[in-house]
């Protein structure tokens, strides 16, 4: 009966573990990646009452051992990891699931832990980090000469640094011209030519826009594409950023051509030439009758605010000295306008008076100086009042003649030299590339030879079918930029933080477009990425791909390899020990961690970011498991009962 009683002990206590397990694992219903354990139960060595004997010579049967059992304990307890729970979708770029038995490796400063719970964020320190215990997660590394990952022993990936924060730039190195150049475009046809524009990167990440001009040619199916300038992103020419003469002096782009043309010039009107004596050069003089501005080479500074240009009457010249007298009337208005003078009407009748600064201008005096007239070389000054508070003023003044002028007979006319490309007609003098050479007869007129030069690429398109034949013979051309320059100071500057850009020419077409042109220049090869050139680009996310690669994502178009999340595999993952906050530790049943691990996708499993692995625990398993457990702990104390009911029996015998 104590065996018995005995045994019932041992059930009870079996089954009590065994409840214990079930209570956790229905604890840890929504715990994530919590992996549930079950019990195993074995029965207790047996004691034996009589042994067993074998068959006899003379026919008697053999007899079994008598045996009776001591009760029963807990066999084993085992983790069911190969179950995966289901997944919950988060959203957090950061929430990894993990397929397979492989677990992820942390650390939590003395030493690498494993878990199935990939709920991990970047911490102030930049390394990404378990929520829950802010353990480190252990990965590999980029091996910053190749830029590969380089699988070593696995360390903590530091993912949020300075350097990540930003991604360099990227110079344009190449450029597509496409689209349709139509015959019939006014603007390929007019002098400024059909217009593109092409906007790149230097080393440095600044942008610029090349202007392009398309010109049409006297044969069909040919145009001349020339370069116009380049501006910065401020719109200044890089001619006067770097203080230089020309553009080609920092960029070439195609070939240097001459035009030369031949035309008959004639005097424009007004215009007179002198023959040179021995050799010398002629001279071209017009007659100007009170021009100020081409007259004086001072009218512009000394002019007195409020004055018209043709207010000023040019009456002597003496010593290269031209005297005007001027005069104006201004209202009240607009001297408060100018001058900043008020005017306040008198009362009944009594004159008005005009002030500055709270003083009254009564003298001439007075007048210049609220003027402003003190430098303005004033010979003669009066001033007029009005009832309604006009004024009107008259000045003589002096001014400087421009060399060459003289007065003709003591009139207010007077002759000028001029320079000789400005005294035909129809001379496009703000042409820079245009140079004019004069054979000038004794009359004056002359036979002009005008000579072009461009620089610019021949593009050429097949006239029979419209496609593209080629651009100065090839397929391409290049804008070339020189590695330094010297600007009109003496400096050499470095211009290394351009490259050289590629342009390919060959889908443009020469269709017919309704009259309306749309060929244009982009960025880029022909694939549309291929040396596109890219800004500074600025962190805007970071990811973790299916393999466990962490990459940061830039504003420029970046992506940069920041690390790679390890992976630990076991032979016996059931072996490992559980510690808490959803970690284990190797133990001798489980096998070791060779401290470097392996890439996820080697045995073909993968990380799903934006998800969770939740707790594989089955309810319904562990309630069914919760009442075969009740009733065999039931059963057990019934043991127990009835032993002691039998106990008791047996003593009330001596009554």
């Known amino acids: 009966m104590m065996r018995a009683m005995y045994a019932g002990v041992a059930g009870l206590k079996t089954h009590q573990t065994k409840m214990d397990v079930i209570g956790n694992n229905i604890a840890n219903v929504n715990t994530?990646?919590?992996?549930?354990?079950s019990t195993a139960f074995s029965e207790l060595m047996y004691q034996n009452v009589s042994g067993a004997s074998g068959p006899t010579a003379n026919g008697r049967g053999g007899v079994n051992a008598k045996q009776i059992g001591l009760g029963v304990t807990t066999a084993s307890t085992s983790v069911n990891i190969a179950t995966p729970g289901s997944t919950q979708t988060t959203g957090d770029g950061f929430d990894l699931a993990i397929t397979g038995d492989s677990f992820f490796v942390v650390n939590n400063g003395s030493q690498n832990l494993f878990t199935k719970a990939g709920s991990f964020y970047v911490d102030g320190a930049g390394n990404l980090a378990m929520k829950s215990t802010g353990y480190n997660v252990m990965g590999w590394q980029v091996d910053p000469n190749t830029g590969d990952i380089r699988q070593d022993t696995v360390s903590p990936l530091r993912i949020m640094t300075e350097a990540n924060l930003t991604s360099p730039p990227e110079a344009t190195t190449n450029a597509v011209c496409g689209g349709v150049l139509d015959r019939?475009?006014?603007?390929?046809?007019?002098d400024a030519g059909y217009a593109m524009s092409l906007n790149f990167y230097d080393a440095l990440g600044y942008e610029y826009t090349a202007k392009f001009a398309v010109k049409a040619t006297d044969t069909k199916g040919e145009y001349n594409v020339e370069l116009v300038d380049i501006q910065d992103s401020n719109g200044t020419s890089i001619v006067d950023v770097y203080n230089v003469t020309q553009l080609s002096d920092i960029v070439s782009f195609g070939d240097q051509k001459t035009q030369v043309e031949q035309v008959r010039g004639y005097?424009?009107?007004?215009?007179?030439?002198t023959p040179g004596v021995g050799g010398a050069a002629g001279t071209y003089r017009k007659e100007l009758t009170f021009p100020s501005g081409e007259l004086c080479t001072d009218f512009d500074t000394k002019k007195v605010p409020g004055f018209a240009d043709d207010s000023y009457k040019f009456t002597s010249a003496t010593g290269?000295?031209?005297l005007s007298h001027a005069t104006t009337s201004l209202s009240s208005d607009k001297m408060e306008e100018l001058y900043g003078v008020i005017y306040v009407a008198g009362q009944n009748g009594a004159e008005g008076k005009y002030y500055k600064n709270g003083q009254e201008l009564t003298t001439a005096a007075d007048w210049q100086n609220a003027m402003g007239l003190g430098n303005a070389q004033i010979a003669n000054f009066q001033f007029t009042k009005a009832t309604d508070g006009t004024m009107t003023f008259e000045l003589d003044q002096t001014f400087t003649l421009v060399q060459g002028a003289t007065q003709v007979g003591g009139t207010n006319t007077f002759n000028i030299e001029i320079p000789q490309a400005e005294a035909y007609n129809d001379l496009d003098l703000s042409d820079p590339t245009k140079n004019y050479e004069f054979d000038v007869a004794p009359t004056g007129d002359a036979m002009i030879t005008i000579r072009t030069v461009t620089t610019g690429n021949l593009l050429r398109f097949d006239p029979d079918s419209g496609l593209f034949m080629s651009i100065n013979g090839m397929d391409r051309v290049t804008l070339d930029f020189n590695e330094n320059v010297t600007d009109l100071?003496?400096?050499?500057l470095s211009l290394r933080s351009f490259s050289d850009i590629a342009m390919d020419f060959t889908t443009t077409k020469w269709y017919d477009n309704g009259g309306s042109s749309t060929m244009g220049l982009d960025p880029g090869d022909l694939d549309g990425m291929t040396g596109k050139g890219k800004k500074m680009g600025d962190l805007i996310g970071l990811s973790v791909s299916n393999d466990g690669t962490i990459w940061a994502s830039y504003d420029n178009g970046n992506t940069t390899l920041l690390g790679q999340i390890a992976v630990a595999v076991f032979p016996n993952p059931s072996g490992l020990e559980k510690l808490g906050?959803?970690?284990y530790q190797t133990t001798l049943n489980s096998g070791d961690f060779d401290g470097?691990?392996?890439d996820i996708s080697a045995d073909g499993g993968k990380m799903t970011s934006g998800v969770l692995e939740m707790s594989n625990v089955d309810l319904s398993t562990e309630f069914t498991e919760m009442i075969t457990t009740q009733r065999g702990f039931q059963?057990?104390?019934?043991i127990i009962t009835t032993s002691d009911t039998l106990l008791e029996e047996l003593i009330n015998l001596k009554r």
């Not at 100071?489 to 050499?492: I, P």
């Open 32 to 37: 994530v990646a919590f992996k549930s354990s």
């Open 184 to 190: 019939n475009s006014t603007a390929v046809n007019s």
């Open 267 to 273: 005097l424009k009107t007004g215009v007179t030439y």
């Open 320 to 322: 290269g000295q031209v």
């Open 489 to 492: 100071l003496g400096n050499n």
């Open 581 to 583: 906050e959803n970690c």
């Open 596 to 598: 470097i691990g392996q």
């Open 635 to 638: 059963a057990n104390s019934r």
